[in-house]
């Protein structure tokens, strides 16, 4: 009696846990973490830890920042200009992302 407790608890339409955080990427995104990737040189696993990254801290310029990076050496340009103007967003002034979004829109 008490499996079937334990069994009805759980509803019958829940997502198991793999489809919500895909099995390559770690449960617990870190900045260190993506930009390892990216050092790596593996941009798009870099982008998409980034998207990420940026879903959890979006006020972190730096992380847009660096998903602009990766976007950019992945060959997605117009994705790395979303991401280098939400790094604006957070922070105007800050240069290396200004520098960047000119190099990519030239």
Known sequence: MVAEETESAVP???TPITEIVPEDLPLHVTYAVCEQAYADGRYQDAARMFTHYCDEH???AWGHYML???LWKADRDTEAVTAFQAALEQKP???KTLVNLARVQL
């Open 58 to 60: 979006p006020t972190n």
């Open 12 to 14: 019958a339409d829940a």
């Open 93 to 95: 002034d800050h240069l």
């Open 68 to 70: 602009g990076l990766s």
